[in-house]
């Protein structure tokens, strides 16, 4: 199979470095171009017109630089991945306008394990009225939104699935941590947490690449990480 070829944003950042390390040992991935500030390295900027220079675009950068990523993609016609996180309204409403055009998947985790998280949370709809339930993620001390997106994500979720309002995900930001998320369940005579936690960047990354894979044949459409796994009926 011939690889696919991938313009990585965000390429000169921690997650964007970790993308390139990982495609060097996988031989159906080919990162064309590398995209990050100008001046920053030997990165690029955004192609300005042309052919398309690549099958697919993975995104980690930041949401003022996703905006013109995506209207980069609907201009070229090319289907994106983002992780980036931080977003507001409108970037949800770009990411939709820009799916009617090309395949677009976005996800706050990249993680197979938060994706598995998420299906668990549905099985608490069942006793909603006997738990009180409150979300708590920690990151390392440099991440610039909180609560993370993944919290948000998760709280969305499990709002969904106990039908009730919960109280805010608590953020604690320190150290190295690459991302724990943690749910706890509180009953008056037990109590359940259920505790995911990355253990490197290099989870996302390889999640990322291989949501790349899978939406590089698909048609236009909003996706999310869960589409690509086949957990249909869940969004992230
Ligand atoms: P980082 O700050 O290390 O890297 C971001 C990169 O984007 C930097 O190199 C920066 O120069 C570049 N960038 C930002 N604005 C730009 C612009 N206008 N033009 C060109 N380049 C620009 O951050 P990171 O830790 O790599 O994370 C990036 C994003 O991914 C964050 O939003 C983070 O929360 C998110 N993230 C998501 C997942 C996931 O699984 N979805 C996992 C980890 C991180």
Known sequence: ????????????????????????????????????????????????????????????????????????????????????????DTDYELLKKVSHTVPVLW?????????????????????????????????????????????????RELEAAVDKTVSPPLSIRGGGVFGIHKIWVMGEEETITIEHTALNRRVFARGALRAAQWLATQSPGLYTVNDALGFHGAKN
């Open 1 to 88: 199979m011939k690889p696919i070829k991938v313009l990585l944003t965000g390429a000169a950042g921690r997650m964007g470095q970790e993308i390139v390390e990982l495609a060097k040992s996988d031989s159906q991935i080919q990162i064309v171009l590398k995209v990050d500030r100008p001046g920053k390295g030997d990165f690029a900027s955004l192609p300005s017109s042309g052919a398309r220079p690549a099958d697919v675009v993975v995104d980690f950068s930041a949401p003022e630089f996703l905006r013109d990523i995506l209207n980069w993609c609907l201009q070229t016609k090319t289907p994106i991945v983002s992780g980036t996180t931080g977003l507001i």
């Open 107 to 155: 996800s706050a985790n990249m993680s197979m394990g938060i994706a598995l998280v998420a299906q668990l949370l549905k099985s608490f709809g069942a006793v909603a009225d006997e738990f009180t339930f409150q979300i708590e993620e920690v990151h390392h001390h440099r991440k610039v939104d909180a609560p993370s997106g993944t919290a948000l994500y998760l709280q």
